[in-house]
Nanobody
C-alpha cells in the first residue's frame, strides 16, 4: 500500500557526512510516523531516527546530536542528515513508514535498504 524509495547511501570517511532521503508513494501527511532503521550482520534491526505526523522526533542514543531527521513536504519525503559519521554507523539503512486506516490497523512498510559504509 505504501512504496518507499530510498536514496543517498554510499561510502564516506570518518567524520564525514551523508544525507539519506526516502520518498513515499502516499502523502506523508497521511503517514502516522516515518523513520530510518539500520541493520548489520548478526544484529537486530534498530531504530536510528523517527518523526511522527505531528513532528516529534526520536533518535537512538548513539546518533543523537549527530543525525537529524526532517520532512521535506514539497518533495513528499523524509530526510536523514548524518554528520560526524563513525565506522559503527556502517549498516544497511531502511526507510520505514507506519501507516493504516486507523491506529488499530497500522502496518509497517519498508524500503529496499541502502548501504552506508563509513571507512578510511
Amino acid at each position: 500500500q505504501v512504496q518507499l524509495v530510498e536514496s543517498g547511501g554510499g561510502l564516506v570517511q570518518p567524520v564525514g557526512s551523508l544525507t539519506l532521503s526516502c520518498a513515499a508513494s502516499v502523502n506523508i501527511g497521511s503517514i502516522h510516523s516515518m523513520g530510518w532503521y539500520r541493520q548489520t550482520p548478526g544484529k537486530q534491526r534498530e531504530l536510528v531516527a523517527s518523526i511522527t505526523k505531528g513532528g516529534r522526533q526520536d533518535y537512538a542514543c548513539g546518533v543523537k546530536g549527530r543525525f537529524t531527521i526532517s520532512t521535506d513536504n514539497a518533495a513528499n519525503k523524509i530526510v536523514l542528515r548524518m554528520n560526524s559519521q563513525k565506522p559503527e554507523d556502517t549498516a544497511v539503512y531502511y526507510c520505514n513508514a507506519l501507516y493504516g486506516s486507523n491506529w488499530l490497523r497500522l502496518s509497517n512498510y519498508w524500503g529496499q535498504g541502502t548501504q552506508v559504509t563509513v571507512s578510511s
